[in-house]
């Protein structure tokens, strides 16, 4: 069976950080772009960042540019997602989800096969 699964969510005080992992089961993650996606209470599903096929791409959603952080780690099958400086509206259920579609250095959010069922992040003081 193959799944994504999501971990290291949480409760965190304003400027805080975390990071989030996801890791993979039942399948390799070397060779998939995958994505950091995010849904806060009432709003739409927007994707956060994501990485390339290769890991040479990465791409963040302007609003945490210069805060979070993609980086994948083959060896571990997992991908994280360092999340520093943390705001209110930071606070949502985070998803990452995974593709071996596209080119293998470009770096998107659509055509996801896979997706976890989510981590629970909330900014709060």
């Known amino acids: 069976q193959l799944q994504l699964v999501e971990s290291g969510g949480g409760l965190v005080q304003p400027g805080g950080s975390l990071r989030l992992s996801c890791a993979a089961s039942?399948?390799?993650?070397?060779?998939?772009?995958i994505g950091w996606f995010r849904q806060a209470p009432g709003k739409e599903r927007e994707g956060v960042s994501c990485?390339?096929?290769?890991?040479?791409?990465?791409d963040y959603v302007d609003s945490v540019k210069g805060r979070f952080t993609i980086s994948r780690d083959n060896a571990k099958n997992t991908v994280y997602l360092q999340m520093n400086s943390l705001k209110p509206e930071d606070t949502a259920v985070y998803y990452c989800?995974?593709?071996?579609?596209?080119?293998?250095?470009?770096?998107?959010?659509?055509?996801?096969?896979?997706w976890g069922k989510g981590t629970l992040v909330t900014v709060s003081a």
């Open positions: 989800a995974g593709t071996r579609t596209g080119y293998s250095n470009v770096c998107s959010y659509g055509g996801m096969d896979y």
């Open positions: 990485i390339s096929r290769s890991g040479s791409t990465t």
């Open positions: 039942g399948f390799t993650l070397d060779g998939y772009r």
